[in-house]
């Protein structure tokens, strides 16, 4: 078993932005990927996500983005080509394919996976949401006899042309899915619980140290995160535009039930469908952390900052807070800030999330 000073856990934005601020601090972190290729949950998203279509992808520390890109190539492909050139060019050690299976207690944290196991001083973790997709039950869910799909294997409108289907989710996930169905299937459904939250205008720096601050609120209750988008709105991107002018963007409230031919309200509503899109977010892939007792009695991880109150050798990033572009790069390099802080023995204040760190420049 390998004895290092820090393990990151995952290659996506947080953890790529940890990796390059520990390496800014002296250390040499081992970076440990459970993906086939660079690109972290970009690589998984759809064809059609093309990159005039997205919205909040942040610049990694130290590297931009080629500036212009063809706004009609997938982001599949050019977010992780980004992140393959950063990875080489900013000289960090990735490992993958790596599962990392376990997260145990001891002298030093045993990272533990199919590969190998690792005696870390300290762990960021960056497993962020992606293979984590969320399916709310609602009754008759295993009755229904058409198809039912999470918006994380969703790749594109082509497989449901002439299709009645019933997208389930008030964000811009269900935006995208709605705006690229739209004269393709043969009826679309927008289902929400809540009435949607339309926002106007810019969303600014300002606004967005806003939205993070107000989910972090929740991580240091040691409560289960909202999302940064739950807390935002939904913008007028262009995918809601598109969305808007296709005249998709109609939400009806929730169904009660789901049928062998569609989805039913109470009162004896009915609507057929042949495929239900549940575009109803992620959570929080912490399952490998299981042996570190980190769950609060309200279901969350208590986190200050970055680090996890339970278990002070450990980072969070990638949740909470951090779990969108907005609030990534910060986080990144908050964590390496304690993990410096931590090995070093040193006493000065810690900073906040959305705060600096002394002689680190801003991503």
Do not use: C
């Not at 001083?121 to 962020?128: H, M």
């Amino acid at each position: 078993m390998e004895e290092i000073d820090v393990v990151v856990i995952g290659a996506g934005q947080a953890g790529l932005s940890s990796a390059y601020f520990l390496r800014r601090f002296g250390f040499e972190p081992l970076v440990l990927d459970a993906a086939d290729g660079p690109g972290g949950a970009w690589r998984h998203r759809s064809p059609t996500l093309t990159m005039d279509k997205v919205h909040g992808i942040f610049d990694l520390p130290g590297v931009r983005r080629e500036p212009d890109v063809d706004g009609a190539r997938p982001a599949a492909e050019v977010v992780p080509a980004y992140y393959a050139g950063y990875e080489a060019s900013a000289g960090l050690r990735v490992l993958r394919p790596v599962r990392v299976t376990a997260v145990l207690p001891g002298d030093r944290l045993t990272v533990v996976s199919g590969a190998g196991e690792w005696a870390a001083r300290a762990v960021v973790n960056a497993t962020g949401t992606w293979t984590r997709p969320y399916w709310p039950y609602y009754p008759g869910a295993r009755a229904f006899g058409g198809r039912q799909l999470h918006y994380a294997s969703y790749r594109g409108p082509a497989e449901f042309a002439g299709r009645r289907v019933v997208v389930v989710g008030g964000g811009h996930s269900a935006a995208h899915v709605l705006s690229e169905l739209a004269g393709v299937a043969a009826s679309t459904l927008w289902v929400t619980r809540s009435e949607p939250d339309f926002r106007d205008g810019e969303f600014g720096e300002q606004a967005r140290r806003e939205a993070v601050a107000l989910v972090e609120e929740r991580v240091r209750a040691g409560l289960p995160p909202r999302s940064v988008v739950s807390v935002t709105g939904l913008g007028h991107t262009a995918v809601v535009r598109d969305a808007l002018a296709k005249g998709v963007l109609e939400r009806v409230s929730m169904f009660e039930r789901i049928t062998a031919g569609g989805v039913a309200w109470a009162g004896g509503r009915h609507h057929e469908a042949d495929v239900i899109v549940w575009a109803t977010g992620f959570r929080s892939a912490l399952d490998h952390l299981a042996p570190l007792r980190l769950r609060e009695p309200g279901g969350g991880v208590k986190v200050d900052g970055t680090r996890a109150v339970r278990e002070p050798r450990l980072q969070l990033v990638g949740y909470g807070p951090s779990a969108s572009t907005i609030g990534a790069n910060r986080a990144g390099r908050t964590a390496a800030a304690e993990v410096r802080r931590l090995l070093s023995g040193a006493s000065e204040n810690r900073p906040g999330l959305i705060g600096g760190s002394a002689g680190v420049p801003a991503a």
